[in-house]
């Protein structure tokens, strides 16, 4: 039985078909959800002629970045919320599949449920799958939903 749920979104509509199935599993064992968004805010330190560190418009992209997610997620919530279901958002930076796992520590949850692209061939090769690699680096339970 789960108590608390993490359910990660990167902000796609393909990202957000785990969210029915979040709703039903939270129902059913009367759980709370903790929905997590990871964004990228890394900017390069390197310009044509070397490295060059970082603009201080760094900082405002990645504040928008931030306010951005949170509103996202808050939209999300509102949803859950009128479900009766007892909601909370994160947000964090960096690598994917490292801050899932970390915020679902963070959550105490107790399962983490997101949906897959189930990218094959070049696209995996190439971009790898966040999936995949949380699914090896965390001991709790995983729920994939394939997102059409």
């Not at 983490?112 to 965390?138: D, P």
């Amino acid at each position: 039985m789960f108590k608390h749920l993490l359910v990660t979104l990167d902000g796609t509509p393909r990202s957000e078909a785990v969210i029915p199935h979040a709703i039903d599993i939270a129902h059913s064992m009367n759980a709370q959800v903790t929905l997590l968004r990871v964004i990228d805010t890394t900017a390069s330190d390197w310009g044509e002629r070397g490295a060059i560190g970082k603009s201080p418009s760094d900082a405002v992209i990645r504040s928008a970045c931030i306010d951005q997610a949170v509103a996202y997620l808050e939209r999300i919530a509102a949803q859950l919320r009128t479900s009766r279901i007892t909601t909370h958002i994160a947000v964090k930076e960096g690598s994917a599949a490292k801050q899932i796992v970390a915020a679902a520590k963070d959550a105490d949850a107790d399962a983490i449920a997101m949906a897959t692209h189930s990218r094959r061939g070049i696209n995996r090769l190439m971009f790898g799958s966040v999936a995949e690699e949380v699914l090896h680096e965390s001991n709790l339970p995983v729920l994939l939903i394939r997102a059409a």
